[in-house]
C-alpha cells in the first residue's frame, strides 16, 4: 500500500514538473495581454449587460446545465502502457493509489466550476433577490458532486462499461440537482446526493471480485494526455506529438494545384503554407477558436472604440500565432523534397501571412461594421495592426536565418 501511494506521487510530481516546463510557454507575455484583454471586454459587456437583465429567461436552468456539463470531471489515474503488465500482479494493492487518483482528479478541474460560479454571482444577486441562500446552497453542491461523480465513474469503468455513458447519467442526476436547489429549495439537492451515494454503493457491490479495466483507463489517460499536448502545441512545439493531417472536403476549393505559369519556386511555398494550415490540426483550429472568441467578443461589447481595439489584438494575436506555424513547415520534409533557397521559402511565408491577414481582416470588418456601421472608418486598424505585425515577423524571420547562416 505504501509503495502504491509513493508511485503516484513520483507520477503526480512528474505531471505537475512537465506542466510547469509548459506553462512557461503558455503564459507568455502575448497570451497573457490577450487573456487580460478578453476578460476586460467580458468584464465590461457583462457588467453593461446586468443592467438590463431580460426577465422572461430560465437563468436557473441555463445554470444548472453550464455547471452540469463543467461538473463531470475526466478520471485520471497516471498509469502508463507497461503497467498493464508490470502493476497487473499488485492490482490488490492499487486501492490506496486509485484513491488518490480520484483526489488529483477532482483537485486538477475543481476550478472550472468555480470561475462559472463567480460570474453567476452577480447575475443571481438580482435574480434570486432575496433568496440568495439558494445560491449559496447551489455553490455547496457544486463541490461535493465531482467528487462523488469520480467514484461513481471509477466503479462504472471497473465494471467494464463505456465512459460516455456515465458521463450522460451525471449529467442527468447533476443538472436534476441543480436546477432543483435554485427553483424548489436548498435542501432539495439532498436527494442527488442519496442518490449518488446508492449508485456508489450499488456498483462498489457489484464489482466485487472483478479486476481492472488495463486497457481502457490506460487508454483514458493516453488520451487526456495527448489533448493537453495539443493545447501546449499551439504555442510551442510537442516533440511527443506528431503532427497530423485531416482532409476537410468543404476547403478543397482552396487548394487548387497551382497553374503550369505558377508551378515553379517562387509560388510553390506559398501554396504548401496553405495547404498546411487548412489540413493541419493545430493551426487551423487555433486560429478558428481565437476568431471566433474574438467575433462574439466584438458583438458582446456595445463601444464601437473599445471593439476596434480589441479587434486589433485579436489581428495581432492571430498573426502572430501563425509565425509559429513556419518552423513547422519549413523545416520539416518539404525543403528536403523541393531544395530551394531560404529567401524563397521566407518569401512563400510572407505571402501566405498577407492572404491570411486580408482573409482574417475582412471577416473582423464584416461583424464590426454590422454592430457599428457608424464607426466603419475603425477596420483600417485591423489592417494596419495586421500589416505591421508581418512586417516584424518576417524581419525577425531573416535576420534569425543570418545568425543561423553565420
Same mark, same amino acid.
Given at each position: 500500500?505504501?509503495?502504491?501511494?509513493?508511485? +503516484?506521487n513520483?507520477?503526480?510530481?512528474?505531471?505537475?514538473?512537465?506542466?510547469?516546463?509548459?506553462?512557461? +510557454?503558455?503564459?507568455?507575455?502575448?497570451?497573457l495581454? +490577450?487573456?487580460?484583454i478578453?476578460?476586460?471586454?467580458?468584464?465590461l459587456?457583462?457588467?453593461?449587460w446586468?443592467?438590463?437583465?431580460?426577465q422572461?429567461?430560465?437563468?436557473?436552468?441555463?445554470?444548472?446545465?453550464?455547471?452540469?456539463?463543467?461538473?463531470?470531471?475526466?478520471?485520471?489515474?497516471?498509469?502508463?502502457?507497461a503497467?498493464?503488465?508490470?502493476?497487473?500482479?499488485?492490482?490488490?494493492?492499487?486501492?490506496?493509489?486509485?484513491?488518490?487518483s480520484?483526489?488529483?482528479?477532482?483537485?486538477?478541474?475543481?476550478?472550472?466550476?468555480?470561475?462559472?460560479?463567480?460570474?453567476?454571482?452577480?447575475?443571481?444577486?438580482?435574480?434570486?433577490?432575496?433568496?440568495?441562500?439558494l445560491?449559496?446552497?447551489?455553490?455547496?453542491?457544486?463541490?461535493?458532486?465531482p467528487?462523488?461523480g469520480?467514484?461513481?465513474?471509477?466503479?462504472?469503468?471497473?465494471?467494464?462499461?463505456?465512459?460516455?455513458?456515465?458521463?450522460?447519467?451525471?449529467?442527468?442526476?447533476?443538472?436534476?440537482?441543480?436546477?432543483?436547489?435554485?427553483?424548489?429549495?436548498?435542501f432539495?439537492?439532498?436527494a442527488?446526493?442519496?442518490?449518488?451515494?446508492?449508485?456508489?454503493?450499488?456498483l462498489?457491490?457489484?464489482?466485487?471480485?472483478?479486476?481492472?479495466?488495463?486497457?481502457?483507463?490506460?487508454?483514458?489517460?493516453?488520451?487526456h494526455?495527448?489533448?493537453?499536448?495539443?493545447?501546449?502545441?499551439?504555442?510551442?512545439?510537442?516533440?511527443?506529438?506528431n503532427?497530423?493531417?485531416?482532409r476537410?472536403?468543404?476547403?478543397?476549393?482552396?487548394l487548387?494545384?497551382p497553374?503550369?505559369?505558377?508551378?515553379?519556386?517562387?509560388?510553390?511555398?506559398?501554396?504548401?503554407?496553405?495547404?498546411?494550415?487548412?489540413?493541419?490540426?493545430?493551426?487551423?483550429?487555433?486560429?478558428?477558436?481565437?476568431?471566433?472568441?474574438?467575433?462574439?467578443?466584438?458583438?458582446?461589447?456595445?463601444?464601437?472604440?473599445?471593439?476596434?481595439?480589441?479587434?486589433?489584438?485579436?489581428?495581432?494575436?492571430?498573426?502572430?500565432?501563425?509565425?509559429?506555424?513556419?518552423?513547422?513547415?519549413?523545416?520539416?520534409?518539404?525543403p528536403?523534397?523541393?531544395?530551394?533557397?531560404?529567401?524563397?521559402?521566407?518569401?512563400?511565408?510572407?505571402?501566405?501571412?498577407r492572404?491570411?491577414?486580408?482573409?482574417?481582416?475582412?471577416?473582423?470588418?464584416?461583424?464590426y461594421?454590422?454592430?457599428?456601421?457608424?464607426?466603419?472608418?475603425?477596420?483600417?486598424?485591423?489592417?494596419?495592426?495586421?500589416?505591421?505585425?508581418?512586417?516584424?515577423?518576417?524581419?525577425?524571420?531573416?535576420?534569425?536565418q543570418?545568425?543561423?547562416?553565420?
Amino acid at each position: 500500500m505504501n509503495d502504491a501511494k509513493k508511485l +503516484f506521487n513520483i507520477r503526480r510530481n512528474e505531471a505537475l514538473l512537465e506542466k510547469v516546463k509548459y506553462n512557461k +510557454f503558455i503564459f507568455n507575455g502575448h497570451f497573457l495581454v +490577450f487573456l487580460t484583454i478578453m476578460l476586460g471586454a467580458f468584464a465590461l459587456g457583462y457588467s453593461d449587460w446586468l443592467k438590463h437583465v431580460p426577465q422572461d429567461v430560465n437563468y436557473s436552468l441555463i445554470m444548472s446545465l453550464i455547471l452540469a456539463f463543467v461538473s463531470i470531471f475526466p478520471m485520471r489515474t497516471l498509469f502508463k502502457e507497461a503497467d498493464k503488465l508490470y502493476l497487473l500482479p499488485f492490482e490488490k494493492h492499487m486501492r490506496s493509489y486509485i484513491k488518490k487518483s480520484i483526489v488529483y482528479s477532482y483537485l486538477n478541474r475543481l476550478y472550472l466550476p468555480v470561475i462559472i460560479l463567480v460570474i453567476g454571482i452577480p447575475l443571481f444577486t438580482q435574480v434570486l433577490s432575496g433568496k440568495f441562500y439558494l445560491y449559496i446552497s447551489f455553490i455547496v453542491l457544486s463541490f461535493i458532486y465531482p467528487i462523488l461523480g469520480l467514484i461513481v465513474k471509477w466503479y462504472w469503468i471497473k465494471y467494464g462499461l463505456d465512459n460516455w455513458g456515465v458521463n450522460v447519467l451525471l449529467f442527468i442526476v447533476y443538472a436534476s440537482g441543480y436546477y432543483t436547489t435554485l427553483c424548489v429549495g436548498m435542501f432539495s439537492g439532498l436527494a442527488t446526493i442519496v442518490i449518488l451515494g446508492a449508485v456508489i454503493l450499488l456498483l462498489e457491490n457489484i464489482n466485487r471480485g472483478t479486476f481492472f479495466q488495463w486497457e481502457t483507463l490506460i487508454s483514458i489517460e493516453y488520451n487526456h494526455k495527448m489533448n493537453y499536448y495539443k493545447f501546449v502545441n499551439m504555442f510551442t512545439d510537442v516533440k511527443v506529438l506528431n503532427e497530423r493531417t485531416v482532409r476537410r472536403r468543404y476547403l478543397d476549393v482552396f487548394l487548387k494545384a497551382p497553374s503550369v505559369n505558377k508551378f515553379n519556386d517562387d509560388n510553390m511555398y506559398k501554396y504548401l503554407f496553405i495547404r498546411s494550415f487548412l489540413r493541419g490540426k493545430d493551426a487551423f483550429f487555433v486560429v478558428l477558436r481565437f476568431m471566433i472568441i474574438g467575433l462574439l467578443l466584438i458583438w458582446w461589447i456595445d463601444q464601437a472604440i473599445i471593439s476596434a481595439i480589441l479587434g486589433a489584438v485579436i489581428m495581432y494575436l492571430l498573426i502572430l500565432q501563425l509565425s509559429q506555424f513556419y518552423k513547422q513547415q519549413a523545416y520539416g520534409l518539404w525543403p528536403q523534397v523541393w531544395p530551394v533557397s531560404e529567401n524563397k521559402v521566407i518569401t512563400g511565408y510572407h505571402q501566405f501571412l498577407r492572404l491570411m491577414m486580408w482573409i482574417l481582416g475582412i471577416i473582423l470588418s464584416t461583424i464590426y461594421v454590422i454592430k457599428f456601421t457608424d464607426s466603419f472608418y475603425f477596420i483600417v486598424l485591423f489592417f494596419i495592426v495586421g500589416w505591421l505585425t508581418i512586417d516584424s515577423t518576417i524581419k525577425k524571420l531573416k535576420k534569425h536565418q543570418e545568425l543561423l547562416r553565420d
